[in-house]
Structures are given as C-alpha cells and as structure tokens.
C-alpha cells in the first residue's frame, strides 16, 4: 500500500539549515505532483511547497520562497525539502503529501506521512 | 490569497445527532472549467490530516455515506447525518483555484 515516511527533523538554530525527506513507497512515484504541507504546533495547516512529476516545475508559499527549496529523486522514489535560513515561525510539522490522482497539482491530498518536527529555537 | 472562513471553530456533538460546518472563501472557487475547487480534511486526534471529500462533493475511498460536502461560489458546507465517535477531531476546507492553496482555520468537533 502507499507509505510516505518522513525523516530530517529535529533541533536547529535561528539561520541554520536541514534536510528533509520523504520516502515513498507502493506507488509510482514518478507519476505523481508532490507537495509538503506543514503545520505549527496548536496550528492549522499550511502548504508550502509543491514539485512537479519530473522535478521541473517548482511552487512556494510566499513564506518560504528563496529560503526552502524541493526537489525530488524518481529513482530513488524520495522527495527532499531543503530548508535554509531557518527562522522560529518556521517551527512546525512537516508533512509531505501525495495527490489522489496523477493530474492533481496541489490538492485531494489522499495520501500522507506521519509528519517530521522541525523546532527552530535558540 | 484567498481567505477561507470556517464557522463554527468548536462544535460539540452529541452521537446519532447531525452535524454541519460552513466554510466561506474570500472568492468564488468556481473554475473555468466549471469545477469547484474545494477539499475538506479531517485530522483526527494524533493523527495525520486524511482526505474527506474533494471537489466539494465527492467522497474520498474509504469514507463513510454519513459525511457529504456541498456548496458553490464562495460558501461551503460539510454535513455529517449522524456523528460517531470516531469523527472527532479537526476539520478543514482547503480550496485549490489558486496558488497557494489555503486552508480554513479548523473546526474542532468533540463529543458532548
């Protein structure tokens, strides 16, 4: 069945950087848009960032463009969120998603890791 | 950005009784294509968000007959016709028309 599994978390200082990822399995990864969406403790959820099939199209919230950047690995079925510049707003969950159908941008989110936690403190 | 309003942010239910949740968009979802651009998500306790209905009226595999979603232009309604215990948590619209696709606040809905 389909599994997204998160991994990168964890504890970093106001201007530093991580790497998320998001391994997916029980689907053809290639055929898929794949989007991170976060979420602030006690918070709603906010989208961040999508990336198209091939890796070629990329679209950011306005609060992370210039600072996130994602991309993906088809072979390796993985999607990857470099977070740069870090700042304490930007400590949350991150959940990286998977639409229900191959021509779905971002949205109908049927599919969706358990999430990774990102605190940004100093 | 378009602004999603949900009301009401709490709702304790009582089981077997109905249940409704409105969503407001600060613009029509209506696309050129005559689709409506709306989702809603539930997020149960400790659990990742689960898709509940897409395209403002479609159930998601796997959800029960009991939710249902409708609406058009800019005001959207979630209905559960009879609540169970396991639909606790929270609910959110999300609409898709444009980028970058927003949420409403949530509604958290909780046994009485």
């Known amino acids: 069945q389909v599994q997204l599994v998160e991994s990168g978390g964890g504890s970093v200082k106001p201007g530093g950087s991580l790497r998320l990822s998001c391994a997916a399995s029980?689907?053809?990864?290639?055929?898929?848009?794949m989007s991170w969406i976060r979420q602030a403790p006690g918070k709603g959820l906010e989208w961040i960032s999508c990336?198209?099939?091939?890796?070629?199209?990329?679209l950011y919230a306005d609060s992370v463009k210039g600072r996130f950047t994602i991309s993906r690995d088809n072979a390796k079925k993985s999607l990857y969120l470099q977070m740069n510049t870090l700042r304490d707003e930007d400590t949350a969950v991150y959940y990286c998603?998977?639409?229900?159908?191959?021509?779905?941008?971002?949205?109908?989110?049927?599919?969706w890791g358990q999430g990774t936690l990102v605190t940004v403190s100093s | 950005d378009i602004v999603m309003t949900q009301s009401p942010l709490s709702l304790p239910v009582t089981p077997g009784e109905p249940a409704s949740i409105s969503c407001r968009s600060s613009?029509?979802?209506?696309?050129?294509?005559?689709?409506?651009?709306l989702d809603w998500y539930l997020q149960k306790p400790g659990q990742s968000p689960q898709l509940l209905i897409y395209?403002?009226?479609n159930r998601a595999s796997g959800v029960p007959d009991r939710f249902s979603g409708s609406g058009s232009g800019t005001d959207f309604t979630l209905q559960i016709s009879r609540v169970e215990a396991e639909d606790v948590g929270v609910y959110y619209c999300?609409?898709?028309?444009?980028?970058?696709?927003?949420f409403g606040q949530g509604t958290k809905v909780e046994i009485k």
């Open positions: 998603a998977r639409p229900m159908h191959t021509t779905s941008w971002y949205n109908d989110f049927q599919h």
């Open positions: 029980g689907f053809s990864f290639s055929d898929y848009y």
């Open positions: 990336i198209e099939r091939s890796g070629s199209i990329m």
């Open positions: 613009q029509s979802l209506l696309h050129g294509n005559g689709n409506i651009h």
């Open positions: 395209m403002v009226s």
């Open positions: 999300m609409q898709f028309l444009q980028t970058p696709p927003t």
